[in-house]
């Protein structure tokens, strides 16, 4: 019954703002830490953003600090990717995950985390 479904992915021009949301269902928020991940096509999976459970707090990739937002909603059991400024390096296919790891999320490579969404696809694209 564990499940995540990430949306809100598009086609934005560079300079462009998208949010992405991951619903999940099976689980709460508060008990997981969880993440945002992205794949460019030929290149590994990069760690973009989490909140961790411990504290709620967020962390980021240097590659999106100052441009990216990650937010929870506890009531709603969602976690919302707010993106601005976007770049055509942005582009890929970003998946939220979850883990429920006792460490800071940031200290977790992918195959770490415990749960996957489908994916959403985000192209930055003049």
């Known amino acids: 019954q564990l499940q995540l479904v990430e949306s809100g992915g598009g086609l934005v021009e560079p300079g462009g703002s998208l949010r992405l949301s991951c619903v999940v269902s099976g689980f709460t928020l508060a008990s997981f830490s969880t993440g945002w991940f992205r794949q460019a096509p030929g290149k590994e999976r990069e760690w973009v953003s989490c909140?961790?459970?411990?504290?709620?707090?967020?962390h980021y990739a240097d590659s999106v600090k100052g441009r990216f937002t990650i937010l929870r909603d506890t009531f709603k059991n969602t976690v919302y990717l707010q993106m601005n400024s976007l770049k055509p390096v942005d582009t890929g296919v970003y998946y939220c995950a979850a883990t429920a790891g006792g460490r800071y999320c940031s200290e977790y490579v992918p195959s770490e985390y415990d749960y996957w969404g489908q994916g959403t696809q985000v192209t930055v694209s003049s």
């Open positions: 909140i961790s459970k411990q504290d709620g707090s967020p």
